[in-house]
């Protein structure tokens, strides 16, 4: 338990940005499900659309903080080819 003021601080920041950063990665589990489920479909435009979508929303999550860069990398490149191969 915290014993002086700025301990306490960072325990109500730190609930509060598990609350947000949870919903940003909520948000991008959102968009690359939509990539999924195009693929899945067979519907190559509609992938297309929605990789370019989540691409900057993915990039937002490694500035913000909650995800790392190369992940994020990885899984752009994995979806990009998958997106490609759709013929």
Known sequence: ???HASAKQRIRRN???TVING?????IRTFVKKIEIAIASGDKTGARDALKAAQ???HRGVSAGIMHRNTVAR????????VKAMA
């Open 1 to 3: 338990m915290a014993n």
């Open 15 to 17: 609930e509060r940005r």
């Open 23 to 27: 919903a940003r990665v909520g948000r």
């Open 56 to 58: 900057p929303e993915m």
């Open 75 to 82: 899984r752009l490149s994995r979806l990009n080819a998958r």
